[in-house]
């Protein structure tokens, strides 16, 4: 581990230890002159010092884009703000990423992390004040006395319409401001709400939820400190493993490179989602289906519950929600370890890996697209910019179409083959973790350059093996087609 990773873990587990004192009123018990907004206010500040003590000197950027957004999203065209700030924030990012080339000191890697969590946020909250906006419109056209209940609900429970400051406090909130998860303005009110509800009922069954998800972090941070000394990605730029060392041990290392990445984002987004747990962030009941970045999906479990208490208020203050068998935390659920180490597919991995970006890009991006046959393209571009304009990205994107179109192939292939379950399992998930692999060296080496000159120190072996799986494909079909046996 760098002296930075260090740095970031160590704030990363500050971060996770004032939760409880947030979430459990020990401020207001403390100093009982504060006001009852101190705790959001404060749960930014902590946030933002959060931000500076990993950007530094950069910290500026970051600043600006929030201070604009805020800016557009409070007195921009009101329905057009959700295309100014994201021109605005997309914008900046080309020069955040070439400030460097007009005399400004190139920002560290983890200032940009910082900035592109900023991006979603306020991008997201543009949006969602564009589509608060259109139900209110929708809501006084409508006649329909069902129509009219169902936007209603969508209004208390989704709608959003923020002030400036309010913002700029989402901006800064220190859940997630480091490596996300990314989560709308409308469950940050939630916990704003909360925050700041007399008595400061403490945050929904987080004990036994928190303590199970965090049980595996320590595991993933071993393993990560212990790869990491023995597995680097400079090695993958040297003659000593691209020219010395034997071909099977390239395809080892590359192996061990991924093994020791994936290490690295467990334990960063597992920490990350017990951050939001601890301070109460995306507790939500399990009836209402909540979904990663998004929220509740059954409104009307929400609204039944706000009756219930209205009608008869809890002891506790915390109502129906200290249940801890009803309450779902997958509002903040970013990684699904289980998914991306174990799922038989390239599709179903990737749907695993920071699900909260992937809501972002669904949400904000691929639905918004007008015709079906771009959504596709324009979501997987919006994607590879705002990971950077690396070549080694570019590189890795346009490879997983190939190998999607050669898993297909493979699945037809073991279909044909009559293969037993298992077998054919182990074979579609080898595949996957090698497809994988693979491209996570294009992510690691950044560089085009050297990402083809390692991929061409391994011979190109996932893109032969892909052709030759669709080749086979071909053949057998029509080996089947002409009546001989495929």
């Not at 587990?13 to 959001?40: D, E, T």
């Not at 799922?343 to 179903?348: G, K, M, S």
């Amino acid at each position: 581990m760098t002296p930075d990773d260090w740095v970031y873990a160590s704030l990363l587990l500050i971060s996770l230890a004032v939760g409880p004192v947030f979430a459990r009123g020990h401020l207001r018990s403390a100093l009982p002159f504060l006001p009852a907004s101190a705790a959001v206010q404060l749960v930014s500040a902590f946030g933002f010092l959060l931000c500076a003590a990993v950007c530094s000197s950069f910290m500026w950027h970051s600043v600006l884009v929030a201070l604009v957004s805020a800016s557009i999203c409070s007195f921009g065209p009101r329905n057009r703000v959700h295309a100014l700030c994201a021109a605005w924030c997309f914008g900046y990012l080309a020069f955040f990423r070439t400030c460097h080339l007009l005399g400004f000191t190139k920002p560290s890697p983890h200032s940009n992390a910082v900035q592109l969590l900023m991006t979603l946020r306020m991008v997201g909250v543009a949006f969602e004040i564009v589509d608060t906006r259109r139900l209110e419109r929708r809501l006084r056209d409508s006649t329909d006395d069902g129509e009219r209940r169902s936007l209603e609900l969508q209004l208390r429970y989704t709608g959003v319409s923020p002030k400036f400051w309010q913002i700029m406090l989402y901006a800064y909130a220190y859940p997630g401001v480091l490596t996300g998860p990314y989560y709308r303005f409308s469950i940050y009110r939630d916990l704003v709400d909360r925050l700041q509800a007399p008595g400061a009922p403490p945050p929904p069954a987080v004990g036994a939820a928190l303590w199970k998800r965090l049980a595996y972090a320590p595991l993933y941070g071993v393993a990560y400190l212990i790869l990491s000394q023995w597995y680097f990605i400079d090695y993958a730029r040297t003659d000593d493993l691209l020219v010395d060392s034997s071909w099977a041990y390239r395809i080892y290392f590359m192996f061990a490179m991924f093994t020791t990445f994936r290490c690295r984002m467990y334990f960063a987004w597992v920490v990350s989602e017990c951050v939001c747990m601890a301070v109460g962030l995306g507790g939500y009941p399990a009836a209402s289906e909540p979904r990663c970045g998004e929220g509740p999906t059954r409104l009307e479990v929400l609204e039944e519950q706000r009756q219930q208490r209205q009608s008869r208020p809890a002891i506790d203050g915390a109502g129906d929600l200290n249940k801890s068998d009803d309450i779902s935390y997958e509002s903040v659920h970013n990684i699904d370890e289980a998914g991306c180490e174990f799922a038989p597919t390239v599709q179903a991995g990737m749907k695993a890996w920071n699900r909260s970006v992937q809501h972002w890009l669904a949400a904000f991006v691929y639905r918004r697209v007008p015709g079906r046959a771009l959504r596709l393209p324009v979501t997987m571009a919006v994607s590879a910019y705002w990971h950077g304009v690396h070549g080694g990205y570019f590189l890795s994107f346009l490879t997983i179409p190939l190998a999607r179109y050669a898993e297909d192939a493979l699945d037809r292939l073991l279909r044909r083959a009559r293969l037993n379950q298992s077998v054919a399992y182990l074979a579609r998930w080898f595949f996957k973790m090698r497809v994988f692999d693979y491209t996570c060296m294009g992510f690691l080496l950044l560089g085009a350059g050297d990402t083809l000159r390692f991929w061409a120190a391994i011979g190109f072996c996932l893109h032969a093996a892909s052709c030759l799986l669709i080749a086979a494909d071909w053949a057998a079909a029509r080996l089947a087609g002409s009546g001989r046996p495929a």
